[in-house]
């Protein structure tokens, strides 16, 4: 990992890249070598996301800077962690937990697990160094706890949606649709789907009860459904994602 220091003169901050390192030292001094492997690859994996994605919040100057240092050859190139400082890291938290980890990386249930364990440690000490506004650590801190219950809980579930779709497959359907839908009612044995597309709902989808009720509402499933007779059923599921 990186650990430049702030780019371009005038600035006082040290850059996300040196703060990650920094923080990883901190937590290499209190926790065992199995689990700093594990905070590391958390990271590694969040500076990704923060180099690949972070820039398309930036106002105009921030994403002009960022382009022309991007965009630059030999020695003068950076990436979004070696320009910008820690206070880019938490708003960005959000999207790497309930986007990046689910839809990027094969990850894991622990991994999953983890990735919320290590952010919210992460939001933690950002608070204790100065590095991130009180508002930004909490909704954070909130939002790393939820995700190390909720991600492997939504990954197991998709798995055994798509294992229930494989098995009902035999008629092709009538009319399908490929979407991402909001699960906007649960019943025993039967849920219903909202495409964010369209907004129209669709059910119910006969699921077995134990698969209906680990469908929360809210949480959003990507695939398709089809129309087979009169009835709606799951065709495909890829991932599905905690509110």
């Known amino acids: 990992m990186a ?3 702030s780019v371009g003169a005038g600035m006082k901050t040290p850059t996300i890249a040196a703060v990650l390192a920094q923080f990883l030292d901190e937590e290499a001094q209190r926790l065992s070598p199995k689990t700093v492997a594990q905070y590391r690859g ?10 690949g ?7 105009e100057f921030d994403a002009k800077r960022f382009e022309r240092l991007q965009r630059a050859t030999g020695d003068a190139q950076r ?11 938490l708003p960005n938290v959000g999207e790497f937990l309930g986007y990046f980890m689910v839809r990027k990386v094969v990850a894991s249930r622990a991994l999953l697990r983890a990735a919320g364990t ?3 440690r992460l939001a933690a000490w950002l608070a204790e160094q100065g590095y991130a506004a009180a508002e930004d650590v909490e909704v954070a801190t909130e939002r790393g706890a939820q995700a190390a219950r909720e991600l492997p809980k939504a990954d197991a579930l998709a798995s055994r949606l798509q294992a229930f779709a494989e098995e009902r497959a035999s008629r092709a359907p009538a009319d399908q649709l490929e979407d991402q839908f909001e699960v906007t009612r649960v019943e025993p044995g039967r849920i219903w789907l909202a495409g964010l597309l369209d907004g129209r709902e669709h059910g119910p989808i006969h699921l077995p009860e134990e698969l209906s009720r680990g469908c929360q509402l809210g949480w959003t499933i990507s695939g398709v459904i089809g129309r087979v007779g009169r009835r709606w059923q799951m065709i495909e599921v890829w991932n599905v994602y905690p509110r």
């Open 42 to 51: 958390v990271v590694e994996l969040l500076q990704h996301h923060l180099n």
């Open 53 to 59: 994605y972070a820039y398309l919040s930036l106002e």
């Open 118 to 120: 290590v952010t919210k």
């Open 79 to 89: 990436e979004f962690c070696q320009i910008f400082g820690p206070e880019h890291i």
């Open 3 to 5: 650990s430049d220091a």
